[in-house]
């Protein structure tokens, strides 16, 4: 393999995972939601309060 050949291989390669991180990234992070609907309700009270308090 000549030098000439190998750089052309290895700048490539170079091009090829700089289109493909790129590419990839959106697809695998967490969709951003724009909507009220999906936001988390706030707690302001207790949501689970025990019938029986266990006192030892």
Sequence with gaps: MTA???FALVFLMAVAVEVTIP???PWASAPQCQSKSAE???AWEI???PLHWNVY
């Design 40 to 42: 988390p309700i706030a």
């Design 47 to 49: 949501i689970y309060r």
């Design 23 to 25: 590419t990839i990234k």
């Design 4 to 6: 000439r050949t190998r």
